[in-house]
């Protein structure tokens, strides 16, 4: 079958150029988009292909308030415009299918991420590293805030997570430095190293921004934990924030499918569907232990910031203004090794993470993560990792996607 082609923008509709299988009576499916909507596009155009679909898109925050169609997918937020338009959609009895899970009501159905069990693996995810104190952290608010944080509080052993969520006001808008002394004062106030599970990516680029711009150390002060993953909030190389990967390809797939179930009358239009999470994507941000001992803090966090140097445990002693002798003492009692030791495990997992994410040599890693030649980069990495370096990126290595 010759694969159709369409013409999407966001003020035109989803035209088929070619198609020549038979086709299925013509269903008008409204796309109620926003930004970050963007990898839905793709998949509801194969669909629409398949099933003989027009798709219309339109902003979000302005629905077409004559719209008559067949179906509609969104993510409906709790506004006055929208409320309008939906209101009209039920009353017209039309299949809707929402995205988001803020706006439920009858006569809707939904695809939403199951933040219980998002919940759970951030709470997992953070303990299994020995965190104790917690929070969690978004600077706007919906009712999914409030079940993001139920669920990472309920699965949290211990100490209650604090709750920092910005007033629950939808229609303010903070500007940044109020942001800014907000998090500051909640991060100053409390013990550390502290955990922080956030509502998405965006709140988890601008705690770590925010942490870095006044001294605080990430991970070693503060870890922090994105409920999503977005590569553009969370793959930069100065901040590399660790992810939930929700599986949002089979979320929007799972969607599509219960609309055109709906339309066909197969599906009741009241279907809500919750989507488990694949598990959670580790970047520096939390890939640390936790310890409560700050002078340990200062020297992991000595050593991440220049990893490239040449320095040993007398440097970090004498910049730390301690004994090397009292601190070795204290990593082998939290640790359970040497400083040695901990700075060889730190270049180690920078070499695994250059490995995977360039194509550097294995003379140019050595040289970035502080050893002085590769032979030693070489025996070392055996010794910790069980393989060679060669070994081991030809095991875990992916060829990029771009």
Not at 36 to 42: D, K, R
Not at 44 to 65: G, K, S, T
Not at 195 to 216: E, K, P
Request: charged share 25%; aromatic share 10%.
């Amino acid at each position: 079958m010759q694969k159709m082609l369409f013409m999407c923008s966001p003020t035109d509709k989803i035209m088929p150029m070619c198609y020549n299988a038979p086709m299925d009576r013509t269903r008008n499916v409204l796309l109620l988009t926003g930004s970050y909507l963007e990898s839905l596009y793709p998949i509801v155009a194969e669909y629409a292909d398949r099933r003989n679909w027009q798709v219309e898109i339109a902003e979000r925050f302005n629905p077409p308030r004559d719209w008559n169609g067949d179906g509609v997918l969104s993510m409906f937020l709790d506004e006055p415009v929208m409320n309008t338009f939906l209101d009209s959609l039920v009353r017209r009895r039309i299949p809707i299918v929402d995205l988001f899970g803020i706006k439920m009501r009858r006569g809707m159905g939904a695809v939403i991420h199951d933040n219980e069990a998002l919940g759970r693996l951030a709470a997992d995810h953070f303990m299994a590293r020995g965190f104790r104190h917690a929070a969690f952290y978004a600077f706007e608010w919906t009712r999914q805030h409030d079940e993001r944080y139920a669920s990472f509080a309920a699965a949290w052993r211990g100490e209650v997570p604090a709750k920092w969520i910005w007033p629950k006001d939808p229609g303010f808008r903070p500007g940044r430095k109020a942001l800014v002394d907000w998090t500051l004062r909640k991060l100053r106030a409390v013990p550390k190293p502290l955990a922080i599970y956030t509502y998405n990516s965006y709140n988890a680029a601008f705690v770590a921004r925010t942490c870095l711009d006044n001294g605080i150390a990430v991970p070693h002060n503060v870890a922090i934990l994105s409920a999503n993953d977005r590569p553009i909030h969370t793959c930069r190389k100065s901040m590399q924030i660790s992810g939930i990967d929700r599986d949002e390809e089979r979320k929007y797939r799972t969607a599509v499918e219960l609309l055109d179930r709906m339309m066909t009358g197969k599906a009741d239009r009241n279907t809500v569907i919750s989507i488990r999470p694949k598990g959670v994507i580790t970047r520096r941000s939390t890939d640390v232990t936790a310890v409560a001992d700050e002078t340990l803090r200062k020297a992991a966090s000595f050593i991440s910031r220049d990893i490239s140097a040449h320095f040993g445990p007398s440097q970090i002693a004498a910049a730390l203004g301690v004994s090397l002798r009292k601190l070795n003492a204290k990593s082998k009692d939290e640790l359970g090794h040497s400083v040695l030791d901990e700075i060889m495990r730190l270049r180690i997992e920078e070499a695994k993470r250059m490995m995977l994410e360039t194509d550097l040599k294995l003379s140019a890693i050595a040289a970035a993560t502080g050893f002085c030649n590769a032979s030693y980069f070489s025996k070392a990495f055996r010794r910790l990792a069980g393989c060679v370096p060669r070994t081991w990126r030809a095991r875990h290595w992916q060829p990029s996607s771009f």
